[in-house]
């Protein structure tokens, strides 16, 4: 599976972003797709993820009531819509696709197939 993802930005606080997350090869439905992200200087951090038919989708706390993530397994395409944006939401996102087992959801580990990133940058 190779994934691309896009809509990175420069965005004032309070504003918003719609990150995608393009699939192609493989049976990107039978993947569970989540999204990442790495400050300057920092480890790479879950931000959310969603299960293969979209029924159960996971946040980080932070993130929780302004981030929802979806996904099309038509469009073979996961979304993430980022609103009230805030400055320590700037980091390189990254998606990745995998089949992790649900008590390590939230690990990079599980992971197998990344995009290259896309960077939002969201200034105060």
């Known amino acids: 599976v190779q994934l691309q993802a896009s809509g990175g930005g420069l965005v004032q606080a309070g504003g918003s972003l719609r990150l995608s997350c393009a699939a192609c090869?493989?049976?990107?439905?039978?993947?569970?797709v989540g999204w990442f992200r790495q400050a300057p200087g920092k480890e790479r951090d879950f931000v959310s993820v969603?299960?293969?038919?979209?029924?159960?989708?996971y946040y980080r706390d932070s993130v929780k009531g302004r981030f929802t993530i979806s996904r099309d397994n038509a469009k073979n395409t996961v979304t993430l819509q980022m609103n009230n944006l805030k400055p320590e939401d700037t980091a390189v996102y990254y998606c990745?696709?995998?089949?992790?087992?649900?008590?390590?959801?939230?690990?990079?580990?599980?992971?197998?197939?990344w995009g290259q990133g896309t960077l939002v940058t969201v200034s105060s």
């Open positions: 990745a696709a995998g089949r992790p087992i649900l008590s390590a959801i939230r690990s990079d580990q599980m992971y197998y197939y």
């Open positions: 090869g493989g049976t990107f439905s039978s993947y569970t």
């Open positions: 969603i299960r293969q038919s979209g029924g159960s989708t």
